[in-house]
């Protein structure tokens, strides 16, 4: 019975304290209340109180972001993370919506709303992201090797909506959403892109997840963004009349499900020119032959596949030593055998 009360005066402190902080805030007192909450964060930390720390440093970042104090805001959410990170604090709903919280509130503002102040906080906001998805990492690095994808979406929608293409493109890559992902390529494609390149930038996605060894997930992707996009929607296929590059990826999806390595190398061999349009496409293929085909960089001599990928700037040879035992690649001298396919 003399422990409840002891209880109820710490939570009662406990309130007066946020009160009292607030009330700095709203005053303008943003320094003191800063160094206040990272004060009373290593209090709770020392009392082993680390839920009533992280809600804490929570709320202290929301308050200061939303009065503009980015600095300070950001000091406080990347404090929250690295308290997880280091306790492996295991994920949560609630933390993941303290996340999603603060990734909003780090948004890059208008000039007119920052005044006088120049603050990187785009910077911090990449910063708060990269560690909070190291920290899922952490606490499961078989299920979340990229970090959950809860995060990655949240974070690709919220840039899409922001018009923020390429940081949205990056995270649609780490979760399954095939429509989204096809929606911004199209806007990418159909805004920034020059005539006669929309099939570059779906070959280069296409190309990444199946890096990533999402085979799936490009194929659906593939369907989508050619069933939509403009310069493709109205035409038969696949196969495309005049669009090779198109009918390669189309080939290699299929092929990478039954792992044929000669059908591989055929089709690099047949459609090089439209592979050879866009350097970065070699090292996604070199990847690609290795994991789906069980290629090994020891068999990328330079009468073989990466040979002939690599050209006159003999990217693949920078990235793979060929080794002296190692088995050329002979290639076929047709490509009849794509009808093994079926």
């Not at 090797?145 to 974070?155: I, R, S, T, V």
């Not at 920034?192 to 929309?198: D, H, L, Q, R, V």
């Not at 939509?228 to 499900?257: I, M, S």
């Not at 690599?310 to 693949?316: D, I, K, V």
Request: glycine share 6%; aromatic share 10%; with cysteine.
């Amino acid at each position: 019975m003399a422990s409840a009360p002891r209880r109820i005066v710490s939570y009662s402190r406990s309130e007066k304290v946020a009160e009292k902080l607030k009330q700095k805030i709203s005053n303008g007192e943003y320094y003191e209340a800063h160094q206040t909450y990272k004060m009373l964060y290593q209090r709770y930390c020392a009392q082993t109180r680390d839920t009533e720390g992280i809600r804490l440093l929570f709320e202290g970042a929301t308050l200061l972001l939303e009065n503009r104090q980015l600095e300070s805001g950001a000091d406080l959410a990347l404090l929250l993370i690295s308290h997880l990170k280091a306790h492996q604090t295991s994920i949560s709903d609630e933390l993941f919506g303290m996340v999603t919280k603060l990734f909003e509130c780090l948004r890059q503002p208008n000039s007119a709303d920052v005044g006088s102040h120049h603050i990187p906080v785009a910077d911090s906001r990449e910063e708060f992201l990269r560690a909070a998805l190291k920290w899922t990492n952490i606490i499961d690095s078989q299920s979340y090797p990229y970090g959950h994808p809860q995060l990655h979406k949240m974070a690709a929608q919220a840039y899409a909506k922001e018009k923020d293409f390429i940081r949205a493109r990056q995270h649609f890559l780490y979760v399954e959403m095939p429509e989204e992902f096809g929606v911004l390529l199209m806007a990418v494609a159909t805004s920034e892109g020059y005539p006669g390149e929309a099939d570059l930038f779906i070959a280069q996605a296409v190309l990444q997840l199946l890096v990533l060894k999402q085979r799936t997930y490009a194929l659906d992707l593939y369907n989508i963004y050619t069933h939509a996009h403009p310069a493709f929607r109205d035409k038969e296929g696949p196969p495309y009349r005049d669009a090779p590059l198109l009918n390669f990826l189309w080939l290699l999806l299929l092929c990478a499900e039954k792992g044929h390595s000669e059908v591989f190398n055929c089709l690099l061999q047949y459609y090089a020119p439209a592979i050879q349009r866009d350097p970065s496409f070699q090292q996604y293929l070199a990847k690609i032959g290795e994991y789906f085909f069980g290629i090994t960089p020891s068999q990328s001599n330079s009468g073989g596949l990466f040979g002939l990928l690599g050209g006159a700037n003999g990217l693949l040879s920078e990235l793979f030593e060929p080794q002296s035992s190692g088995i050329p690649i002979s290639l076929p001298n047709q490509c009849a055998v794509v009808e093994d396919l079926d």
